[in-house]
């Protein structure tokens, strides 16, 4: 059966310092990957998707990035965080041709 | 411009009766619609789904009904059980122009079921 995983869970960060969020996929191959952001009291928000490898589309345009370097692991990325960046950090996966998104457990970014 | 409404923020529920969580989309090019279920501080769990091409959809408890000639949708769950307390959230389904399927999502509604 497919798992996804995300880590870490929680993330206190300061200002101004970078970001790595780390996603990975078993049990499938070539998924479909994306990275969405619930802030407090929002609904999702799709932040970037991937078809494959080195391929990364994105939805807001923002202080945020996203990298394939793997068929199943998606990471993303900030030089500089902001407050604002702060929220819900999901990845989830889909088959290719696929509606259904699965997701992992989330990361909890608080930026102080 | 919200593509995907969930009008009722909360909902409240005595347990084992009917629970009905509404959702309101307005793009015509969705044909593929999805509830999922979310506990505080973890990911989204697929529900249940159903295609444009259905009205209705049901899995245990758990039935969609789809109105597109309304643009409506509602999950229906009976007899609903305290477990059921969660945020749902309804999706909508479309294909982006890198050839996959997106989904936008409604704010979510929190469920609370009363013991």
């Known amino acids: 059966s497919q798992t996804i995983h995300q880590w870490p869970a929680t993330l206190v960060q300061p200002v101004g310092s970078p970001l790595s969020l780390e996603c990975t996929v078993e049990g499938t191959s070539n998924p479909n990957l994306y990275w969405y952001r619930q802030a407090a009291g929002r609904g999702l928000q799709l932040l970037f998707y991937?078809?494959?490898?080195?391929?990364i589309s994105s939805e807001v345009p923002q202080n945020l990035s996203a990298s394939r370097p793997q068929d199943r692991q998606f990471i993303l990325s900030s030089k500089k965080l902001l407050l604002s960046d702060s929220g819900f950090y999901l990845c989830?996966?889909?088959?290719?041709?696929?509606?259904?998104?699965?997701f992992g457990p989330g990361t909890r970014l608080t930026v102080t | 411009d919200q593509q995907v409404k969930q009008n009722s923020p909360s909902l409240s529920v005595q347990e084992g009766r009917i629970s009905i969580l509404n959702c309101d989309y307005t793009n015509s090019m969705f044909d593929y619609f999805l509830w999922y279920k979310k506990y505080p501080a973890e990911g989204p769990t697929f529900l249940i789904s159903i295609s444009s091409i259905k009205d209705k959809n049901e899995d245990g408890r758990f039935t969609v009904f789809l109105n597109k000639s309304a643009k409506h949708l509602s999950l229906h769950i009976v007899p609903s059980q305290p477990g059921d307390s969660a945020v749902y959230f309804c999706a909508a389904s479309a294909l982006s122009g890198a050839g996959s399927y997106q989904l936008t999502f409604g704010k979510g509604t929190k469920l609370s079921v009363i013991p």
């Open positions: 989830a996966w889909s088959e290719q041709g696929g509606h259904e998104q699965y």
């Open positions: 991937s078809i494959g490898i080195d391929q």
